[in-house]
């Protein structure tokens, strides 16, 4: 089914940006990135083509840089069951060796951990991820795994950088329908708000976050 995803400006992350752009998606690849309009014209052809209209930046998908640290050295509760025992906040260092948690434990908190990344535009992280339940609450996700390696930090993958430099690769047309939206005028009030501002995330041509 194609899909076409307009938005306010899209940023290829290799050319220049167009703003009133669109993505045409057909499966999970991209078919067409352009004006709308000339988008539109593309698909036209295609009586039932769904059109998605984002208010905001359109850009690749993000890579957060801190994947293993987040997904195998944090643990992050489950709200409401656990709160009460471990609070809010996600746990690392002493206080996750003090809970100890199962494999099933741990991959339950990637699940969550991977929602959280979604909602941030991220669509690739860096492992290595050692643990099964990890891995593959990480391929349910859609989630690429990038063997890079990474430090400890923040679950917004634009922490202390441009959002190009986060970029997981330019749109590209055959190439993977992998992209975010975020609810910003431009790539500077991007880099100034940071990923919490997205509203949409594309992985493999579906949409698998939007904010409510």
Not at 146 to 154: C, N, R, V, W
Not at 193 to 210: D, E, F, P, S
């Amino acid at each position: 089914m194609l899909t076409i995803h307009a938005a306010d400006l899209v940023l290829p992350g290799d050319r220049e940006p167009v703003p009133g752009g669109a993505v045409l998606v057909d499966g999970d690849r991209i078919a067409r990135i352009g004006r709308y309009e000339d988008v539109a014209d593309v698909a036209a052809e295609h009586p039932s083509a769904r059109v998605r209209r984002w208010p905001g930046v359109l850009t690749p998908g993000l890579v957060n840089r801190h994947g293993a640290a987040l997904l195998e050295r944090t643990y992050f509760p489950d709200d409401p069951f656990e709160v009460d025992e471990l609070g809010t906040e996600p746990l690392t260092g002493a206080a996750l060796d003090a809970l100890a948690p199962s494999e099933s434990r741990r991959g339950n908190s990637a699940r969550r951990c991977t929602q959280k990344l979604l909602a941030h535009g991220v669509v690739a992280v860096t492992g290595p991820l050692t643990t099964p339940a990890v891995r593959t609450a990480v391929r349910r996700a859609g989630l690429e795994v990038l063997m890079s390696g990474g430090a400890e930090g923040a679950l917004d993958p634009l922490a202390g950088i441009r959002p190009s430099e986060a970029f997981r690769g330019p749109l590209a047309v055959g190439g993977p329908a992998r992209f975010a939206v975020f609810a910003v005028p431009d790539e500077d009030a991007l880099a100034a708000q940071g990923a919490r501002t997205c509203i949409a995330t594309v992985v493999g041509g579906r949409l698998v976050h939007r904010r409510r």
